[in-house]
């Protein structure tokens, strides 16, 4: 049931002011990553970074009015097109895409490049809604669960198979999603565990796991020593755990690539090769680290002008507010992240229509992800895997997804009012 409202009225101004202010503090801190006081540098030029993002800024304001003067009903009606179109272009760069850093995922049109796995973000946000909110469809049941989860593993089989495994990574935060919709625990806390054996493997000699394992399951079987099925579960566990830690081994030693491997040895123990795999980590710490509690000022970080931490103007981007406005800087970032991630949250809750706010809590865990992991990476907390800060890193294929993944919600948020029913 539909009625006519003014929907300029509803629109979320507030989120809007918010994607302006990060965009713009991404776009001086760009400028601040590339510059060069010995050449005279101004911000609007366009032979640097902070010039070609300020063309990316303002292509994205013609985005947000074309999303915006769609009619809201199409996002749902060709959310399985959208799909599909950019699964094809996902197989299209496998074929005729540009290697970069050892990934092929750029289309390159002279010095125009676009990379199809940013906008697979949205695309997937679009698909996941649209068929978990079709009529019949619950999350809880099993069946739609491996549907949707056929639907979510397409672009990262095919981003991994471009050699971006990083990008692969964020289709990971659609299993929060699921969550939300009905989707019992036990995967997630499944998932957890495999990620806390994972990362106790890496840090501790197996023999000691071994041992560790080896005392709870004798101590668990004294406990259940008079119920059998219990016993068995234990055992059961046990060997299954124990196995997990051998397949660790196998998959860091055999299964990833010389440089995945860097990545892992670098977030364990970065100063064992601080000259090589641990560089990137240990010189972003030292950035983050010097700049104190207010920062050195605007331009005059040093391991900024001096180039020590390499892709500073996209994947270590978080270096330059850290080092250049300190402590309190990188406060405020995160607190603006922070209060854009809940005013996303509080806009999906609020929708009267399923597939609003399916693809609202989606919109919420991919930005979640790309913050937590990014940030995370820069302090050491992560492995290094190369994806941007939304809004704030360089990049125009990344500017432009995460801006076309916000205002679509934005879009279906301002006709909330006329959505009475599902």
């Given at each position: 049931?539909?009625?006519?409202?003014?929907?300029?009225?509803?629109?979320?101004?507030?989120?809007?002011?918010?994607?302006?202010?990060?965009?713009?503090?991404?776009?001086?801190?760009?400028?601040?990553?590339?510059?060069?006081?010995?050449?005279?540098?101004?911000?609007?030029?366009?032979?640097?970074n902070s010039g070609k993002q300020l063309i990316w800024i303002a292509s994205s304001v013609v985005l947000i009015v074309l999303i915006l003067s769609l009619d809201y009903k199409f996002y749902d009606t060709f959310g399985f097109i959208v799909f599909g179109g950019i699964m094809l272009l996902l197989i299209f760069v496998l074929l005729f895409g540009r290697e970069v850093a050892g990934s092929k995922s750029w289309f390159e049109i002279g010095s125009f490049r676009l990379q199809p796995s940013e906008f697979a973000k949205f695309a997937t946000a679009l698909a996941?809604?649209?068929?978990?909110?079709?009529?019949?469809?619950?999350?809880?049941?099993l069946r739609t669960q491996l549907m949707l989860g056929g639907i979510i593993a397409i672009p990262p089989i095919l981003i991994i198979l471009q050699g971006d495994t990083g990008t692969a990574l964020v289709y990971s935060a659609f299993v929060l999603v699921l969550f939300r919709e009905g989707m019992s625990p036990v995967p997630l806390i499944l998932g957890s565990s495999v990620a806390a054996i994972f990362v106790l493997?890496?840090?501790?000699?197996?023999?000691?796991?071994?041992?560790?394992?080896?005392?709870?399951?004798?101590?668990?079987?004294?406990?259940?020593?008079?119920?059998?099925?219990?016993?068995?579960?234990?055992?059961?566990?046990?060997?299954?755990?124990?196995?997990?830690?051998?397949?660790?081994?196998?998959?860091?030693?055999?299964?990833?690539?010389?440089?995945?491997?860097?990545?892992?040895?670098a977030l364990i123990n970065p100063e064992a090769d601080p000259l090589g795999y641990g560089w990137n980590v240990?010189?972003?710490?030292?950035?983050?680290?010097?700049?104190?509690?207010?920062g050195k000022g605007f331009l005059e970080g040093t391991q900024t002008k001096f180039d020590f931490v390499p892709e500073q103007s996209t994947d270590f981007i978080f270096c330059t507010i850290g080092e250049e406005h300190g402590?309190?800087?990188?406060?405020?970032?995160?607190?603006?992240?922070?209060?854009?991630?809940?005013?996303?949250?509080?806009?999906?809750?609020?929708?009267?229509?399923?597939?609003?706010?399916?693809?609202?809590?989606?919109?919420?865990?991919?930005?979640?992800?790309?913050?937590?992991?990014?940030?995370?990476?820069?302090?050491?907390?992560?492995?290094?895997?190369?994806?941007?800060?939304?809004?704030?890193?360089?990049g125009g294929s990344s500017l432009w997804s995460f801006t076309i993944l916000l205002f679509i919600l934005i879009k279906l948020d301002s006709h909330r009012m006329q959505v009475l029913v599902r």
């Open positions: 049931m539909i009625r006519e409202d003014n929907i300029s009225n509803q629109i979320d101004w507030f989120t809007i002011a918010l994607y302006f202010l990060i965009v713009l503090l991404g776009w001086l801190n760009i400028f601040a990553a590339v510059y060069d006081e010995t050449l005279n540098q101004n911000i609007f030029d366009f032979s640097l996941v809604a649209k068929f978990a909110s079709q009529p019949g469809k619950r999350v809880e049941k493997t890496l840090l501790i000699t197996n023999i000691f796991l071994y041992i560790g394992i080896l005392g709870i399951t004798t101590l668990l079987v004294l406990m259940y020593r008079k119920n059998l099925k219990r016993i068995i579960l234990v055992i059961v566990g046990a060997s299954i755990v124990a196995g997990s830690i051998r397949g660790v081994d196998f998959f860091v030693s055999d299964v990833l690539k010389p440089h995945q491997q860097n990545r892992i040895k240990t010189q972003s710490k030292i950035a983050i680290g010097s700049g104190g509690f207010s402590w309190i800087g990188s406060f405020i970032l995160i607190t603006l992240f922070l209060i854009l991630l809940l005013r996303v949250v509080y806009i999906a809750e609020r929708q009267k229509w399923t597939f609003a706010r399916i693809y609202g809590y989606s919109v919420a865990c991919i930005l979640f992800f790309h913050f937590a992991v990014n940030i995370g990476m820069t302090i050491g907390l992560f492995p290094v895997i190369g994806i941007p800060l939304p809004f704030f890193s360089y």
